[in-house]
């Protein structure tokens, strides 16, 4: 098991957001982030 910093973990789960949409935008920093997180869906 990889120990990361709260900022690692947040950054490596954006990009995988990003690899799986790329339209995903994540407004303010880190706890925030997650309640400001949009989701723009393909279809």
């Not at 120990?3 to 954006?14: D, L, P, Q, R, W």
């Amino acid at each position: 098991m990889t120990v990361k910093s709260y900022a690692e973990a947040i950054n490596e789960a954006h990009q995988q957001l990003l690899t799986v949409d790329d339209r995903v935008f994540v407004i303010g920093q880190g706890a925030d982030s997650y309640r400001n997180i949009n989701f723009s869906p393909k279809h």
